[in-house]
């Protein structure tokens, strides 16, 4: 177990380190994307696995599986960068959660455009993520774990390249805004 934390796993304080110094080494920058196909233990894989199977099938069938994939390995990436900013010293993560989370953030894009074509309220969209970060923060009170910061980046990430996935996906953002 600890050998897979001293190799794979993305530690912040590495990426800190390596912005500092300005040398970028491969071996220290695959660790933001391997990680997410090394899990801590058995049940984090089950997990994973049973998250991405419903949420990969769902997301492939809107938009491809080209898409879907690419969703899942960007949102992994984003997660810990994100995670790297927001905790610089957090402990090292492993496992699939943040790029999962970024599968999440695919669907509640997918199902937030559906909600707005049928004029349903669209903030119904957001109410798995709304869950899901509620029962990891409840965790987290009682212990020191912050990974559920590279979950929520992941998530943050998967929406906003849905966006750009998604036909007329982000002209549809843009007017909302306006």
């Keep these: 177990r600890q050998y897979w934390a001293n190799s794979v796993a993305f530690s912040p304080g590495i990426l800190w380190q390596m912005g500092e110094r300005r040398d970028f080494p491969i071996g220290h920058l695959r660790r933001t994307l391997v ?3 090394v899990h801590p233990n058995f049940t984090s894989a089950i997990f994973g696995g049973i998250m991405l199977l419903a949420m990969g099938k769902i997301v492939g069938e ?4 080209f898409r879907a ?4 390995v960007l949102s992994g990436i984003g997660g810990a960068v994100i995670y790297a900013v927001a905790v610089p010293t957090g402990a090292p993560i492993l496992g699939s959660f943040p790029a999962v989370y970024g599968m999440i953030g695919g669907f509640t894009f997918i199902l937030w455009l559906s ?3 049928q004029g349903a309220p669209q903030a119904r969209a957001f109410s798995m993520i709304a869950i899901l970060m509620g ?11 912050m990974s559920w910061v590279a979950d929520l980046g992941g998530f943050a ?3 906003s390249i849905t966006a ?5 996906g982000w002209s ?7």
């Design 69 to 72: 994939l690419m969703i899942y």
């Design 115 to 117: 909600l707005g074509a």
């Design 157 to 159: 990430t998967g929406f």
């Design 62 to 65: 809107a938009l491809g599986s």
């Design 135 to 145: 029962v990891q923060l409840l965790f987290s009170v009682f212990g020191t774990d």
């Design 35 to 37: 990680y997410i196909f």
């Design 164 to 168: 750009l996935f998604v036909p007329g």
């Design 172 to 178: 549809r953002i843009i007017q909302r805004l306006r």
